[in-house]
């Protein structure tokens, strides 16, 4: 494998429950390998369903993919993992996910991909992260973002402002496109 280093990372949050037979995961780890091609490197929770395709994608992508696993469970066997990190909860691999990211795509996912989408979007609404790409893959964000607007109560005017919604793949590249070299390491 190629020199990553320099490689902006994007960090990837997703269900362990989506099989690995489904049209999402293989749509996903299409996106993924597209993202790897165009010079990203991944990191991911290391686990099944949503964060395997990513991984599976990026690594057929030419990209480096961080999994920061959760010591509670085993390593998923045969996974596409460059490098494992072993995190002893759920709070220091969210740390690792959010703080050594460039950027996030948050794909399609439960309460766990929730909890990482609203720590993330929260620090980076009050100035804790500097802005970067925060993606919502996938037709389910627009109705859960549209709900959030209407009922939340939010400390900031312009929170909103720090996310994009992705419904293709063309719309994720693009996204990323404009900050590949902003973020170079």
């Known amino acids: 494998m190629a020199n990553t280093d320099n490689r902006p990372r994007l960090a990837a ?3 362990s429950r989506t099989a690995a037979d489904s049209p999402a995961y293989a ?5 993924a390998r ?4 165009a010079g990203w490197n991944g990191m991911t929770g ?3 369903g949503m964060m395997a395709a990513f991984s599976e994608g990026m690594d057929a992508g030419g990209g480096h993919v961080r999994g920061i696993t959760l010591e509670r469970f085993p390593t998923p066997p045969g996974n596409s993992l460059s490098e494992e990190v072993r995190a002893a909860d759920f709070f220091e691999r969210m740390g690792h996910l959010i703080e050594q990211a460039d950027a996030w795509i948050v794909l399609p996912g439960g309460l766990g991909t929730l909890a990482e989408l609203a ?3 929260d620090l980076i609404a009050i ?3 500097e802005p970067r790409p925060l993606l919502l893959y996938g ?4 109705p859960v973002i549209h709900t959030l607007a209407e009922q939340l109560q939010l400390s900031t005017d312009r929170a909103f402002d720090c996310m994009q919604i992705c419904h293709t793949h063309t719309d994720v590249l693009q996204a990323l496109a404009g900050y590949k070299e902003r973020f170079r390491r």
């Open 127 to 129: 100035r804790v992260l």
């Open 46 to 48: 290391g686990h099944q």
């Open 139 to 142: 037709d389910m964000w627009q």
């Open 13 to 15: 949050f997703g269900s």
């Open 27 to 31: 749509d996903v780890s299409r996106l």
């Open 119 to 121: 720590m993330t979007w």
């Open 34 to 37: 597209a993202i790897g091609e």
